[in-house]
């Protein structure tokens, strides 16, 4: 059974730092595509990051690039999201998805089969 479950989320003031975790089971890193998606308050979920064997990770947010970084530790079948000098805008529930197979990172989140039920991050002061 695949289940994916997210930590690491919290309160934290604007040039903060926060680290996500997302931990899996019943299934391996390696065959799987892992995203980040968020979504704030009265908007759509959108796609933050994605990390796959054949890709490796990518940001798909300018607004993340260079504060954001995606990496996996397949030893103990995780995937985190950190994110440093965040921001008020940052401020959104945050949730990892799975998609089988290690080529593709699409963006669209219909793509992933498979969700955690979400961590909030919240940047204020």
């Known amino acids: 059974q695949v289940q994916l479950v997210e930590s690491g989320g919290g309160l934290v003031q604007p040039g903060g730092s926060l680290r996500l975790s997302c931990a899996a089971s019943g299934f391996t890193l390696d065959s799987y595509a892992i995203g980040w998606f968020r979504q704030a308050p009265g908007k759509e979920r959108e796609g933050v990051s994605c990390?796959?064997?054949?890709?490796?990770?990518?940001n798909w947010i300018d607004s993340v690039k260079g504060r954001f970084t995606t990496s996996r530790d397949n030893a103990n079948n995780t995937v985190y999201l950190q994110m440093n000098s965040l921001k008020p805008e940052d401020t959104a529930v945050y949730y990892c998805?799975?998609?089988?197979?290690?080529?593709?990172?699409?963006?669209?989140?219909?793509?992933?089969?498979?969700w955690g039920q979400g961590t909030q991050v919240t940047v204020s002061s």
């Open positions: 990390v796959s064997r054949r890709l490796g990770s990518t």
């Open positions: 998805a799975a998609r089988a197979g290690p080529w593709l990172c699409p963006r669209r989140s219909a793509e992933y089969g498979y």
